[in-house]
């Protein structure tokens, strides 16, 4: 079972990016996806999250920002990205769960690699 998370790279202040991550070996059409991010010297945190039925949870910190959605098939996970900050920037990973406050409370199942997003000022 593997979560596999692309998209991250190198952006200027304001600009987008979009992060996704698919799931293979399973199923995780009736699990939650989500994202979690870990910037140097400081502690992981939830970032946002989408359900199989498209519920979405946010942290503070993006919401209004980014936003979650998932694919038709529900193995894979998006992460829109926009009005980004220096601050955002971070090693961004993946995560999937049956339960969505486990995955929010950083205790998901599964995850997957980081991808890093940069954010020049």
């Known amino acids: 079972v593997q979560l596999q998370a692309s998209g991250g790279g190198l952006v200027q202040a304001g600009g987008s990016l979009r992060l996704s991550c698919t799931g293979s070996g399973r199923s995780f059409s009736t699990d939650v996806m989500g994202w979690f991010r870990q910037a140097p010297g400081k502690e992981r945190e939830f970032v946002a999250s989408?359900?199989?039925?498209?519920?979405?949870y946010y942290g503070d910190s993006v919401k209004g920002r980014f936003a979650a959605f998932r694919d038709q098939d529900k193995n894979t996970v998006y992460l829109q990205m926009n009005s980004l900050k220096p601050e955002d920037t971070a090693i961004y990973y993946c995560?999937?769960?049956?339960?969505?406050?486990?995955?929010?409370?950083?205790?998901?199942?599964?995850w997957g690699q980081g991808t890093q997003v940069t954010v020049s000022s």
């Open positions: 995560a999937a769960d049956d339960r969505g406050p486990k995955l929010r409370r950083g205790r998901p199942a599964y």
């Open positions: 989408a359900s199989w039925s498209d519920v979405t």
